[in-house]
Nanobody, 124 residues
Framework: QVQLVESGGGVVQAGDSLRLSCATS????????MGWFRQAPGKEREFAAG????????YGEDSVKGRFTISRDNAKNTLYLQMNSLKPEDTAVYYC?????????????????WGQGTQVTVSS
């Protein structure tokens, strides 16, 4: 059974930092690309960041570049998202996802497994 469990969300003030983690099990995630998506109230789920299976290549949505860093530890089957200089517009539920493929994709429909999400709230 494949499981993805996010943690690390919370309520912070603008300018603060958070580190999200996604622990996986039941799948050899080192073979696959992974990503972080986010969904704000009333909006569609959107791509935030993605990482290749080795971790050598990373991608970020324009609004998070320079502030968010995605990384992975394949030995621990864990995905991370370091979020710095948080803004109120970063408020959303954050989801980790695994794509049963090599290349990172920015569309949610291209991902096969999802976590339950963790809430991030940034106050001004």
């Amino acid at each position: 059974q494949v499981q993805l469990v996010e943690s690390g969300g919370g309520v912070v003030q603008a300018g603060d930092s958070l580190r999200l983690s996604c622990a996986t099990s039941g799948l050899p995630v080192s073979n696959y690309a992974m990503g972080w998506f986010r969904q704000a109230p009333g909006k569609e789920r959107e791509f935030a960041a993605g990482i290749s299976r080795s971790g050598s290549s990373t991608y970020g949505e324009d609004s998070v570049k320079g502030r968010f860093t995605i990384s992975r530890d394949n030995a621990k089957n864990t995905l991370y998202l370091q979020m710095n200089s948080l803004k109120p517009e970063d408020t959303a539920v954050y989801y980790c996802a695994v794509r049963r493929g090599i290349a990172v994709r920015t569309t949610a429909a291209d991902y096969d497994y999802w976590g339950q999400g963790t809430q991030v709230t940034v106050s001004s």
